[in-house]
């Protein structure tokens, strides 16, 4: 769902207040959703390489190397 004027982040801390766990994968999913639409809407792309999402995935929810829930948050999505 977006809401104008509230991004991620804010969302997020909102979530989080709300007592959804740090490494749910229902927070990375709605990251990677998040992730990317601003991607595509920002570069005029309709697709992201997969490192790419990670790492700006990283940068939303402050992880280093999740790559194996990324890949288990992607398989449920998909």
Known sequence: ???KG???KK???IGRALGIEEYSTFRV???MSFVLNEFCDKNGNS???KEKLYSLCDDNLNFYDQDE???EVLIKIL
């Open 47 to 49: 697709s992201i390489h």
């Open 29 to 31: 999913g709605a990251c």
């Open 1 to 3: 769902m977006r809401i």
């Open 69 to 71: 829930l990324y890949e």
């Open 11 to 13: 969302a997020d801390e």
């Open 6 to 8: 509230i991004g991620f």
